[in-house]
């Protein structure tokens, strides 16, 4: 009796010094995390409205259609007047591209390579206004498994139907390897920019809607825990299935190439802006303040291992 006594004095002293704060859960802006703005294209009578991110044509339109602009660009508009010109727009009317990485448990490292992939989202209206219909094409490249049990992804499309492109991510999405692809050592490359590895999915949606077309990106556990990415304002599920028990996303998605952390590494030791991006206090991830703690090759997203033209292999 004595010694439970002591036991349980000695807890109350423990407890009574821990602050409250310690037991906090971190509050993340779950808007912040998206890559994307979400807005209206403005318009004028008579003329075409020309939307750029960066050097990068992202929409043509005489709507006030919604659309999204990738957060650390630079936007132009421009306004051409109508039947003067062809806007050439190789690829369709609306692209966007962006890395999604996830974490497979609520207890992880946070290095956020457990599954990375590269998304080029391709919008295209077929037919005429407004009986026109919506065709959404998805290029899913694998960039890196470094999770050491089976997960299964998929998304959960705008129409709220959950699709799965695999139920095995290395065995289907990474043939032929077994432990860890692309987050231990940068000069063992495992390319994946070919039609083998990349997954091309077509969604198409009858008549047309001004909304944007918002697609869930998620993983499935072995625990059979579903765990979503965050790629807009406009979230899904519950907090269950997006944080960690740490507060953090179980899921980011930054646009374009991303330079996933190495194996075990933190993602805030690789990019010190990260906390920052999550909390709600800075648009952008920010840039690499570790090169050593990233996935880093020179000629990263430049042809060398991303492909940035996926369109190009279906042809």
Known sequence: MKKILILLITLFVITSCIND?????QQVDLKNIAPFIEKTATVKEDYLTIIKSDDDTIVVTCLPIKYKFPKGTKETILYSPLFSQKIDMPYGLDIHQYTVAFEDTRNGDNDYNDFVCFITRQKEEIGNWPEWTVKITMYIQPVAFGAGTILQFGMTLPD?????FTNNIQRD???NTTGFVNTTDVN?????????HIIKYTYYQIGRSYET???HPFIINSSGEKFYAITNSN??????NILSITGYPMGIATPGAFLHPMEKINIVNGYSGFNNWIMGNSNTIGNVTNQDNVFYTSNWG?????DHQPQKLFK
Request: net charge negative.
């Open 235 to 240: 979230s899904i599920g519950s907090t269950t």
């Open 173 to 175: 999405m990474f043939p």
């Open 160 to 164: 709220g139907r959950d699709t799965i």
């Open 302 to 306: 430049t042809g060398g291992i991303i």
């Open 213 to 215: 077309y918002n697609f």
């Open 21 to 25: 704060d310690d037991f906090k859960t």
């Open 188 to 196: 063992d490359i495992y390319e994946t920019a070919d039609t083998n």
